[in-house]
């Protein structure tokens, strides 16, 4: 609290990136966890609640006739413009707030802090949800070639690894240990997926430390053992996923990579993945264009060219498919990494996992596989994402990447995954919201160390919770293709600008109606019509002399899913005009079953209201969609009920 | 000449054809007046393809003479076939002279010129008759229906020996209290005689759009009095008209000079003129062929590809026509003004536009009827010259004439909205897709000619079969109706920002490994909605999905008789 210079600002105004021209007035609270904007207004609740760890960025734009611009960038793609009517005031908020988005200990995040009235079994329960071990076994380990090995219980072979590691049943402890000495960071080769169909196995590690001549006979062994735990193969892949010439210059580090003359039948293969630098400046030039107000549509495609996002999307597909097919393929076993192992490795290890796996392709399956390939195996989560103030070059999209490859395979294949995009949408969300413990610091020690199972709330089975809104009508896992690898086309125009993510908060940017709501609500409508006819034949088995009495029934239950039926399809929102003259889009627009619901609430109120003062200046007419976006969203009482309510209300019942 | 002159080989035997995502087949190619008919008899039940001959944009052919081997294994020859639907196929055939004849044969009937000479006037399924009302309205039809027109606007006949506007339809629709005699005068004061006339009158408001051409000011500034008084009466004592001129300003201003010219505000003082740039002609054609370049080499890299689409400019010409239907509509539907729409010969861009902002603005134009007939109205009786602008593709090599993909890009647009309001549209992308191949090459008499006069000169209305009609009966095909349709009377407003456009898979990467994906999700959808009816029984009145499900039933049971016969 002692970082909040001005816990109140009177008559700031909110303007939303989307809609330069509409604007509402309000008053700013600054709290220790949220910036919270009340709009004036006849309708309650009219709030914009935004957490300071979402926070990216605050700015302070040059004074304008109507007073102080302050920007609030997150990260999660959200831009919240504020117009402060007192300079003093501007500065005070803006102080305030960019201390408070830079927490410079762990204990300042969020998720210290966010405490929903659940008792400590449930918390606890909602850390047990996942089960590394029970995934472990459902891929059929260990068995008789595997197992868990307790060399690393305490970290002490490997700080940045979890407590449990598979290795080859056939490897000795000096030999771990001697392969991890002569790994960057200890990180030895060690099991990530196997297969139990043909028992191949993608292995993951760090480095080499071969430098220009340097070689390591357990590191050697290491590999062999691998390679001959899949009795199928004569031979494996080593893949190293950096582009050839930064392998080479790391050679000049001592470190580097194999040398396919000192290990026994590895077939040694470059891909040429982008460091974490690159990323970073690549999708900052994405977001600069998903950010541009009216672009051509020259300007939009040169921009998307330029920033070279889609190009490493498709460098990190390649990689990944190239490992799945020699897995399910070659039934060859394959052992990535890249420099320390817990980025590009990560990335490529999981897209290779969804390939293969129809199981990585559920609800569940997906948050297991982040939760082994990422949180277990070290991403550094704090670093990457920027939890905590400290080396911005640190910074970089890692998971981002990896969320938008499902995403990208999801569009090339929309039966085969359970989920839908607002489940990776809503996982990209808690990443950087440090929301709940999950990707707090960079590795399981460090979790360890700081107690977070103890002191905050697993992520997981909170959408677990929500599943509803998550799954995808379109699945279909019995479908043969949808069966085992998935092959997705690698070619170019296969890779496509992730709107929902980058424009997220944009409403007039996405399509009105929504197909995917619209079929789940049917497929729900059928199941519960199926649940009640057989409940409905049930009871009349029973009760056989009132038969009459139950047709009566039913015919009631038929008349009440009508209703059901009409909600999503609700076109009410199809009327409301866009930008049609090349300005800044001027519009506000609701959708249905909107997740931000913070948000949400707030500009239903505002269309209302500033659809009035509108039109007179534009056209002399009434706006049709007033009256249309008001009806449906009056907003409120459904904030307790919106799954993602969380993310920028509070959620202290 | 007969078509069967250019015939030299008709048949030949081990044909090897080539399709992407298919086997290699082999079997025997046949050659006929108007088609390419390819069998492959290795099983009992044998696979055939039947191309249309028009419908092949492009041939290449390479021959192979080994010498010194017996002729019959030595030489043979390929030939690559482009169709205009974007579909690419390899023919391997043995022989030389019998590869070298095939092409020319191709070469010679995928190009005919005369009207008569081509398919639909040859084409006689059995469950067809040349007897019923040919096309799904008239003018006469349109306006008797629509009792809004009742009032203030008239059908004119002034036209009904296209004397004077050979391009216009016999029957046009025009304010009541402009005389035929005015409306003449206007048509010379237009560019092909097209003066004003209403394309549509909003249900909401009564505003119209109209549609014509430049009006012929040229370097002089002239006027015509009777011009002026059509525009007035078109707004009939309210303020203010838009004029939307889909060229430049400076366009505009730089069309005096060859004659052309626009309304300038002295004499149409009730009138605003925005100025909006629409490319035409041969940049939009080069568009096509640009992008369809770019779509058929998988192997670009991402950044490649990035460069080539912005490079074809196509999903530009897509933002372009969807933000002049938007200006259209809001000053029809949220400023309540009647507006002109009008390019330089107003059969291209103004067709595009004015029939986009149909869609948009009324419920009507988005069931499968209502479409089919709003492209009849707009496109076919308003004189979109089809043949000219069809002529080829995006493969051809032959040198660009009048060729312009304008109706592919109103199909596009169209499938632009679908995706931005999956529920609105009754129709589905299959049939926006048929129609993309059958606007190039069809058995139907429909796209024929380039006006109503040619169509009557020709017979084709006589002599052909209405693609419109034969859509629509007996029952429409599944796959052509939108199972999650559900009307709405409001306008559906796109967003036409470019994060929202996006390419048309389902048309420019048709062929590819992707189609097969989106196939499957259909067909899923389909079986969602199915599942939900037989849930939910057929008594749900208001329930447009229940009453589709139930016309289909009967159509699909036909089908299975078929087969079975």
């Known amino acids: 609290m002692e970082h909040i210079r001005m816990p109140k600002v009177e008559n700031v105004r909110l303007l939303v990136r989307s809609s330069s021209r509409r604007t509402q007035v309000g008053t700013l609270y600054l709290t220790a966890t949220h910036t919270i904007f009340v709009g004036k207004g006849s309708e309650d609740r009219n709030e914009l609640w935004v957490l300071h760890s979402l926070v990216c960025n605050v700015v302070k734009h040059k004074a304008s006739q109507s007073g102080y611009p302050l920007l609030i960038i997150c990260k999660n793609f959200q831009v919240i413009q504020f117009i402060i009517p007192q300079e003093s005031d501007c500065h005070d908020v803006y102080i305030s707030l960019s201390r408070l988005s830079r927490p410079e200990k762990y204990e300042e995040l969020y998720c210290f802090s966010f405490n929903p009235s659940v008792d400590k079994a449930e918390r606890e329960h909602s850390w047990d949800f996942l089960d590394l071990k029970a995934e472990y076994s459902r891929m059929?380990?260990?068995?008789?070639?595997?197992?868990?090995?307790?060399?690393?219980?305490?970290?002490?072979?490997?700080?940045?690894?979890?407590?449990?590691?598979?290795?080859?049943?056939?490897?000795?402890?000096?030999?771990?240990?001697?392969?991890?000495?002569?790994?960057?960071?200890?990180?030895?080769?060690?099991?990530?997926?196997?297969?139990?169909?043909?028992?191949?196995?993608?292995?993951?590690?760090?480095?080499?430390?071969?430098?220009?001549?340097?070689?390591?006979?357990?590191?050697?062994?290491?590999?062999?053992?691998?390679?001959?735990?899949?009795?199928?193969?004569?031979?494996?892949?080593?893949?190293?996923?950096?582009?050839?010439?930064?392998?080479?210059?790391?050679?000049?580090?001592?470190?580097?990579?194999?040398?396919?003359?000192?290990?026994?039948?590895?077939?040694?293969?470059?891909?040429?993945?982008?460091?974490?630098?690159?990323?970073?400046?690549?999708?900052?030039?994405?977001?600069?264009?998903?950010?541009?107000?009216?672009?051509?549509?020259?300007?939009?495609?040169?921009?998307?060219?330029?920033?070279?996002?889609?190009?490493?999307?498709?460098?990190?597909?390649?990689?990944?498919?190239?490992?799945?097919?020699?897995?399910?393929?070659?039934?060859?076993?394959?052992l990535v990494h890249c420099s320390d192992g817990w980025d590009r490795t990560a990335q490529v290890c999981s897209v290779a996992s969804v390939l293969l796996d129809p199981y990585y392709r559920t609800l569940k399956g997906l948050m297991v596989l982040i939760e082994k390939d990422w949180v277990s195996f070290g991403h550094m989560f704090s670093h990457r994402c920027g939890h905590l103030i400290g080396e911005a070059k640190e910074v970089s999209p890692v998971i981002d990447q990896f969320l938008e490859c499902v995403w990208q395979l999801m569009?090339?294949?929309?039966?085969?995954?359970?989920?839908?995009?607002?489940?990776?949408?809503?996982?990209?969300?808690?990443?950087?919201?440090?929301?709940?413990?999950?990707?707090?610091?960079n590795s399981q020690k460090e979790r360890k160390d700081l107690c977070i199972k103890e002191k905050t709330h697993s992520m997981w089975l909170h959408l677990w919770e929500k599943k509803l809104d998550f799954m995808n009508p379109l699945f279909k896992p019995d479908q043969s293709q949808n069966q085992g690898l998935l092959r997705p086309s690698t070619a170019p125009y296969c890779f496509k600008y992730w709107r929902r993510l980058y424009n997220r908060f944009d409403r007039e940017l996405h399509p009105r109606q929504s197909e995917l709501d619209c079929l789940m609500t049917v497929k729900e409508e059928t199941q519960q019509l199926e649940e009640e006819l057989a409940l409905y034949e049930q009871k009349m088995a029973v009760l056989d002399k009132e038969r009459a009495k139950t047709l009566y029934m039913q015919k009631g239950v038929l008349d009440s899913k009508q209703a059901l039926w009409s909600l999503p399809l609700d076109t009410s929102l199809a009327n409301t005009p866009q930008d049609y003259i090349g300005g800044a889009p001027n519009v506000f627009t609701l959708q249905q079953g909107e997740r931000e619901r913070a948000e949400l609430c707030l500009f239903g109120d505002q269309t209302k209201s500033s659809d009035a003062d509108n039109s007179d200046q534009e056209s002399g007419v009434a706006d049709f969609s007033s009256h249309s976006s008001g009806e449906e969203s009056l907003p409120s009482e459904d904030s307790v009920k919106d799954p993602d309510s969380d993310e920028t209300g509070p959620n202290r019942a | 000449m007969e078509l069967s002159e250019h015939i030299k080989t008709a048949n030949v035997e081990d044909v090897t054809l080539r399709r992407p995502f298919h086997p290699a087949l082999r079997g025997t190619l046949c050659v006929t007046s108007h088609h390419l008919l390819f069998s492959d008899r290795k099983d009992e039940a044998s696979w055939q393809l039947l191309i249309l001959l028009k419908n092949i944009d492009a041939i290449e052919k390479s021959v192979e003479n080994l010498f010194g081997y017996p002729r019959a294994m030595g030489s043979s020859g390929t030939i690559t076939i482009k169709c205009k639907d974007l579909l690419v196929l390899q023919l391997e055939i043995p022989g030389m002279e019998e590869c070298l004849n095939i092409a020319s044969s191709i070469e010679a009937l995928s190009s005919l010129e005369s009207v008569t000479e081509m398919y639909p006037f040859f084409y006689r399924p059995s469950h067809l008759t040349l007897n019923g009302p040919w096309g799904l309205s008239s003018t006469e039809q349109y306006y008797k229906q629509t009792e809004r027109l009742w009032d203030r606007w008239r059908v004119s006949t002034v036209n009904s020996d296209y004397s004077v506007c050979p391009s216009y339809p016999s029957a046009v629709i025009v304010p009541r209290e402009v005389d035929d005699d005015k409306l003449i005068r206007s048509a010379r004061f237009r560019q092909g005689g097209r003066f004003p006339v209403l394309s549509y009158c909003h249900h909401r408001n009564g505003m119209v759009i109209m549609r014509s051409s430049q009006p012929l000011t040229g370097a002089n500034k002239k006027r015509c009095k009777e011009d002026e008084l059509l525009l007035q009466a078109v707004i009939d004592g309210s303020e203010l008209g838009y004029i939307i001129d889909l060229r430049s300003a400076q366009q505009a201003q730089q069309a005096r000079m060859t004659g052309g010219g626009f309304e300038s505000k002295s004499f149409y003082s009730h009138w605003k003129r925005i100025h909006r740039h629409h490319e035409r002609g041969k940049i939009v054609q080069e568009s096509l062929i640009k992008l369809v370049e770019a779509c058929s080499d998988p192997s670009h890299s991402v950044d490649r590809w990035l460069s080539k689409l912005e490079n074809s400019k196509w999903l530009s010409h897509v933002h372009s026509a969807l933000s002049t239907a938007g200006l259209v509509v809001e000053c029809v539907e949220r400023d309540g003004h009647s507006v002109l729409v009008h390019g330089s010969e107003g059969t291209d861009n103004t067709l595009l536009v004015s029939s986009l902002a149909q869609l948009i603005l009324d419920p009507a134009s988005r069931t499968v009827t209502g479409f089919l007939c709003l492209l009849e109205r707009e496109w076919i009786q308003a004189g979109h010259p089809f043949q000219q602008r069809c002529a080829h593709s995006a493969y051809s090599h032959a040198r660009l004439k009048q060729e312009c993909p304008i109706f592919l890009l109103l199909l596009d647009c169209v499938w632009q909205v679908w995706r931005q309001f999956p529920l609105a549209l009754e129709f589905s992308?299959?049939?926006?897709?048929?129609?993309?191949?059958?606007?190039?090459?069809?058995?139907?008499?429909?796209?024929?000619?380039?006006?109503?006069?040619?169509?009557?000169?020709?017979?084709?209305?006589?002599?052909?079969?209405?693609?419109?009609?034969?859509?629509?009966?007996?029952?429409?095909?599944?796959?052509?109706?939108?199972?999650?349709?559900?009307?709405?009377?409001?306008?559906?407003?796109?967003?036409v920002h470019p994060q929202s456009l996006q390419l048309w898979t389902g048309l420019f990467l048709r062929w590819t490994e992707y189609a097969q994906n989106m196939e499957e999700a259909r067909e899923e959808v389909w079986s969602i909605v199915k599942e939900h009816h037989e849930q939910a029984g057929p008594d749900r009145t208001n329930n447009t999905l229940s009453t589709h499900c139930d016309t289909l039933t009967p159509f699909e049971n036909l089908m299975d008789e078929l087969t079975i016969l």
């Open chain 1, 140 to 334: 059929g380990l260990p068995n008789k070639l595997w197992h868990v090995t307790p060399i690393n219980r305490e970290y002490r072979v490997c700080d940045t690894y979890p407590a449990d590691l598979f290795v080859p049943k056939s490897v000795t402890l000096p030999v771990i240990v001697g392969s991890s000495k002569f790994r960057s960071r200890g990180r030895f080769p060690t099991l990530s997926y196997y297969c139990k169909e043909n028992h191949t196995t993608i292995c993951r590690s760090s480095q080499p430390l071969s430098g220009f001549s340097a070689r390591c006979l357990e590191d050697e062994q290491m590999l062999q053992a691998i390679m001959k735990s899949n009795p199928g193969s004569r031979f494996m892949y080593v893949v190293d996923t950096r582009p050839k010439l930064n392998a080479m210059a790391n050679r000049a580090a001592g470190k580097g990579y194999e040398n396919e003359d000192n290990y026994c039948n590895i077939k040694f293969q470059f891909i040429g993945i982008e460091n974490i630098h690159v990323m970073r400046n690549s999708q900052q030039k994405l977001i600069e264009v998903s950010a541009l107000r009216s672009p051509s549509m020259g300007e939009f495609l040169t921009g998307l060219e330029n920033s070279d996002w889609l190009r490493h999307i498709k460098s990190i597909m390649e990689a990944g498919l190239f490992i799945s097919k020699a897995v399910a393929e070659e039934g060859v076993s394959v």
């Open chain 1, 411 to 441: 569009e090339q294949f929309p039966c085969a995954f359970e989920y839908n995009e607002k489940f990776l949408i809503s996982i990209h969300n808690h990443i950087y919201s440090c929301h709940y413990g999950n990707f707090i610091c």
């Open chain 2, 429 to 495: 992308e299959a049939l926006l897709l048929r129609l993309a191949q059958e606007v190039y090459a069809s058995n139907y008499g429909t796209f024929l000619c380039n006006s109503e006069q040619e169509r009557c000169a020709a017979g084709v209305k006589e002599n052909t079969h209405c693609l419109f009609q034969s859509l629509l009966r007996p029952d429409i095909e599944e796959q052509y109706l939108n199972p999650l349709y559900e009307p709405t009377d409001l306008a559906i407003w796109p967003s």
